[in-house]
């Protein structure tokens, strides 16, 4: 049937499922303080290209603040958005013509930021007669390992960002378990928090791993919150009043004090972690007892820290688990991740309807307990 005239000859889309055809999409990150566009192709024997990588980190506008203000990081999207659609298209030397498809966050995140990134891909699908694919920003994360190292379903998967701290077993595209989540602060706060209260600087994760070089690790005997409890979820606030006492305790802090919390507050950490991780690759052998060499795939802004590496690399060895961490650009919030999600799920046949909104709350294992309870817009974790 001849398409109307006003609608571009990309209208005729057809849907896809396999992986016969290269798909090339747009991808759209816009839920925290990072603006990202990126042109990715999927190509047909599952591979990834990365065309074009364009990411606009807000960190200065937030760090007189001490952490991400929405309105702030709404007004900084809005502003600059366009601009690094246009970059990102530029760079991959592509059209919109050349495009499959258009993959934007949807949630979780700042219901601000989720609005601008997500309202200009449906206006650019529309346009163009495109496909929107409404991406859970934790998909993203989820799925690169498969990008970067072709990581084959299951895997498990340790989510570690400001925002989330999560365990969760990687089934299939759209297809996640969760594990374990923080019943309170993420693990990438805890750091932000313990920097903030020793007067360094914001994001904190890096400040506080560099103090702890110098630092000695044993003078604090900070609390281990949840080792040794059943399941996996996570708690840092109780860690977070004990660095509060100890600082307390020592004032007024010298640069050694300050560099030996740091260091113990790292190390009861890493002991913290080792412990849910270990449970959870138990969880994964006794859920698939016949996937010979599981991989564990680490992800978010967190998985930075050397000595948190270190320890995910021992436990892994271990437990005869292969560890995948993505470079950290693909670690932290980017935009490749959102169009390779899109390209995943078309590959796989999971086009979305278009009735998906923009949404804070938005838990990637919809049969997960909320570990902070639910409100109207849904659980809060
Ligand atoms: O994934 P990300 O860039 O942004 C989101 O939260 O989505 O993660 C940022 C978090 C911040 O809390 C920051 O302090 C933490 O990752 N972080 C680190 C390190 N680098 C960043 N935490 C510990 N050690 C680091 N080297
Ligand atoms: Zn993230």
């Known amino acids: 049937m001849p398409l109307p005239p006003e609608m571009p000859e990309r209208a005729q889309h057809t849907p896809v499922s396999g992986t016969a055809r290269p798909l090339v999409l747009l991808g759209i990150e816009s839920s925290c303080d990072e603006t990202a566009a990126a042109v990715v192709r999927r190509n047909p024997d599952g591979s990834a290209t990365v065309l074009s990588d364009v990411v606009l980190s807000q960190t200065e506008d937030h760090a007189p603040y001490g952490g991400v203000v929405p309105e702030i990081a709404a007004r900084a999207h809005v502003v600059h958005l366009d601009r690094l659609i246009r970059k990102a298209m530029d760079d991959a030397g592509c059209a919109f013509a050349d495009l499959d498809g258009i993959a934007a966050t949807a949630g979780p995140g700042l219901i601000g930021g989720l609005l601008v990134g997500f309202t200009m891909a449906g206006a650019i699908a529309q346009v163009h007669g495109l496909p929107l694919l409404a991406i859970n920003h934790l998909e993203g994360h989820a799925l690169t390992a498969r990008l970067t190292d072709g990581v084959a379903f299951p895997y498990l998967m340790l989510l570690v960002s400001g925002g989330h701290s999560q365990l969760l077993i ?12 923080t019943i309170d602060d993420a693990l990438g706060e805890a750091f932000d928090k313990t920097a903030k209260l020793l007067g360094l600087g914001y994001p904190g994760g890096p400040h506080v791993e560099r103090m702890a070089r110098n630092g000695d690790e044993t003078r604090f005997d900070f609390p281990r919150p949840m080792v040794g409890r059943p399941g996996c979820d996570f708690s840092f606030s109780g860690l977070k009043t004990a660095v509060r006492r100890a600082a307390q305790a020592v004032m007024p802090l010298t640069d050694q004090d300050a560099a030996d919390i740091c260091a113990s507050f790292q190390a009861a950490i890493s002991d913290c972690v080792a412990d849910r991780l270990t449970r959870a690759m138990r969880a994964f052998r006794h859920r698939y007892p016949d996937v010979e060499s599981p991989a564990v795939v680490v992800a978010g802004g967190v998985a930075a820290n050397a000595r948190l590496r270190a ?6 060895a271990d437990n005869g688990f292969s560890v995948s961490i993505p470079p950290l650009r693909l ?23 278009g009735t998906t909104k923009a949404r804070p709350r938005w838990p990637l294992d919809p049969d997960a307990v909320p570990a902070l309870g639910a409100g109207a817009a849904g659980a809060k974790a």
Do not use: F, H, P, Q
């Open 331 to 353: 670690c932290t919030d980017n935009a490749v991740m959102i169009a390779w999600a899109g390209a995943e799920r078309m590959a796989a046949g999971l086009l979305d309807t």
């Open 170 to 181: 990687v089934e299939g595209v759209g297809r996640y378990s969760r594990l374990g989540t």
């Open 311 to 316: 320890m995910m690399t021992k436990v892994a």
